[in-house]
Structure formats: C-alpha cells, structure tokens
C-alpha cells in the first residue's frame, strides 16, 4: 500500500512558476513508476507527465517545454516544476503512482487506468 501526498499548489500569475511535490509512503518508492494528472473545472482528468523507475519521462503534449517531472528516491518523493503557466494550467493536480516492482520498457504510463494509487490533489490557479 502507498499513500501519497502533495503539496505546492497555490495561486500564481500567467508566466509564473510552482514546483509540486508528492511524497509518498513506504520504503520501495524506487519500484514504483510515478505521474502526475489534472482535472480543470467541467473536465476530465487529463495525463501531465510521467516518469519510470530509471527516470526516463513522458510528457502530455500541452506541457512540453515548460513542465518537468523528476524523482528523488531518497526522499520517496516526485516533483512537478511548472514553468511558464498559463490559465489553461489551472486545475486540480493529483499524483499517481503504478503496481510496484514494473518496469515500463515503453515508458511510463500515460492514462489512468495504468495507476493504483492517488493523491487528493493539490488545486493549481494561474491568473491572467
């Protein structure tokens, strides 16, 4: 079982910047793939990024260039640094972490369904 937690959401303005963290329970972090989605307002939740066990990344195409997922093993926890925001950013921000002990020799999942467990999430509002 892993719990996760994040933090780091918060108001900012467009062009600005926010690094959300996930910190997870648990002393296998490491086996786990990790990602990052968001649900706006009226939408359903959408992939942001992921990143696997050996830190290779996925990327929703919406974020590239200005979003980066990283992972820090010894603190059993995934960040998210957010770069550039724009309104369309603003939403709920839920972590996810995979079945432990798989690898992706694909990548990491990028759709709900390749998750086991979740954040509460971590509301996102970039002002315009």
């Known amino acids: 079982q892993v719990q996760l937690v994040e933090s780091g959401g918060g108001l900012v303005q467009a062009g600005g910047s926010l690094r959300l963290s996930c910190a997870a329970s648990?002393?296998?972090?490491?086996?786990?793939?990790m990602g990052w989605f968001r649900q706006a307002p009226g939408k359903e939740r959408e992939f942001v990024a992921a990143?696997?066990?050996?830190?290779?990344?996925t990327y929703a195409d919406s974020v590239k260039g200005r979003f980066t997922i990283s992972r820090d093993n010894a603190k059993n926890t995934v960040y998210l640094q957010m770069n550039n925001l724009k309104p369309e950013d603003t939403a709920v921000y839920y972590c996810?972490?995979?079945?432990?002990?798989?690898?992706?020799?694909?990548?990491?999942?990028?759709?709900?369904?390749?998750?086991?467990?979740w954040g509460q999430g971590t509301q996102v509002t970039v002002s315009s």
């Open positions: 996810a972490a995979t079945s432990g002990g798989i690898y992706y020799y694909n990548g990491p999942p990028a759709t709900e369904r390749g998750y086991v467990y």
């Open positions: 648990g002393r296998t972090f490491s086996r786990y793939a």
């Open positions: 990143i696997n066990r050996d830190g290779s990344r």
